[in-house]
């Protein structure tokens, strides 16, 4: 039985049991909402999401050198 959210119209007969109903069941699986300008073009919104990860991944590699560079200064002069 499909959630009673995702029905048109609902099923219960009144408000209470209709509360109840919903209470009671899991949330649809429906997929997350986009923003309006990614629902008209999913592609572009697939890019920018692998932009964002590419560059997290910049972020964090630098973070790693700049430690990594840190820690051989500090044995060189030790």
Known sequence: MPHLLCQSPPQ?????S??????????CRQPAIMKMEDKKEPATW????????QQRRI????RNKEETDREQRCEERD
């Not at 219960?12 to 209470?16: V, Y």
């Not at 209709?18 to 949330?27: F, H």
């Not at 697939?46 to 990860?53: A, G, S, Y």
């Open 12 to 16: 219960a007969s009144n408000s209470l």
């Open 18 to 27: 209709l509360a109840a109903a919903i209470l009671s069941q899991q949330p």
């Open 46 to 53: 697939l890019e920018n999401e692998k932009k964002k990860e």
């Open 59 to 62: 972020k964090a590699n630098r």
